[in-house]
């Protein structure tokens, strides 16, 4: 099974300029899934206390940022941008990543992951 995903960014709250982080590749091994997916049902016992908590944010730095499609046939190493503030967002029923381009006050976030790809993911090859 082929673990690595490409995941569109380009959504800031800054009228969509992305600041050349165009792509995020992250390899989601079956350990990720299943960390991700304890980490919704985590989320889930905090809301059963709490109803207002929306999402929770763990550090992380699993993925890299690219300006262009770093499937293009060069090496993805090269070509990755430099982000900070790297953070996996999780909510009820997705997970997406965010970060800082380099030196900018603004958040660049990834489209979603679901429930039911994590789950696929999240099986042992």
């Not at 082929?2 to 959504?11: A, F, W």
């Not at 989320?43 to 499609?69: I, M, R």
């Not at 060069?74 to 909510?91: F, I, L, N, R, W």
Request: proline share 3%; hydrophobic share 35%.
């Amino acid at each position: 099974m082929n673990r690595d995903y490409m995941l569109g960014t380009c959504s800031s709250l800054d009228d969509n300029e992305c600041f050349g982080l165009d792509y995020f590749r992250i390899n989601i091994t079956a350990e990720l899934a299943q960390r991700i997916l304890r980490r919704i049902e985590m989320l889930k016992a905090v809301k059963n206390v709490d109803p207002s908590c929306f999402e929770l944010v763990f550090w992380d730095t699993h993925g890299d940022y690219y300006s262009g499609d770093p499937e293009g046939g060069h090496d993805p190493g090269k070509h990755a941008k430099s982000t900070e503030c790297e953070e996996m967002v999780v909510q009820d029923d997705v997970a997406y990543w965010k970060c800082r381009p380099k030196d900018c006050n603004v958040f660049i976030m990834t489209h979603d992951l679901s429930v039911e790809q994590l789950m696929v993911l999240s099986k042992e090859d």
